[in-house]
């Protein structure tokens, strides 16, 4: 079943986003390897949705159950202020953001490939929060985007095994060493990206067998 988008309505609102609803919603009930997906990952100033920045965006289509590297996409974004304190942590410094473009472009540039997609996060309630907040302010509307959320996904895994969850149990890291996935350099948007999704592959993998496992499933296995 595909997830109706009310195009009328926004035609007229949103323009730029109209090619997005007319693509059509994911397909629910299409196995993971069937419908296309795009891996996500931000970088930020901090994780107050309120008062800090997007610095970098990145996104991977996942598609036919592979990574589509050579479609990668990878931006920086300008910022108002000094990305601060946060710098230890992505390494992205005020130097790197000379040529980056306002989130306003960026979010543009992201938006065809969102259309007909699910995205595929690792702690997607504060991604989908940061990205729902830049459409909303520079275009007045969010968008009914779906998430599928791999760290949650881990935690309803090793919940129902009866493992006692570690602080670090969920990091992205920690989640892909219990599929013996390779260790990635971290805080990089665009290696993030590719390592959620690599992740998720992993993880549908494990619970689906040789069986169809749906974005439905998915998705619910991710609220």
Known sequence: MDLQFPLARWRNKVPQFEAFYEAGGPRSGADYREQSMLAVDLELTGLDVRQDAILSIAAVPIIGGRLVLAQSWHQLVSIDGGVG???TIHGIHDRHLTDAQPLEQALLALLPQLAGRVLVCHHGGLDLGFLQAGFQHHFGQGLPLKVIDTLKIE?????????VLKADSLRLAQCRRRYGLPDYPGHHALVDAIACGEL???QASALAGRRPLSIGNLLAMSR
């Open 85 to 87: 304190q946060s710098a």
């Open 155 to 163: 935690q309803r895994r090793l919940e129902r095994q009866g493992t």
């Open 200 to 202: 998720l592959l992993a």
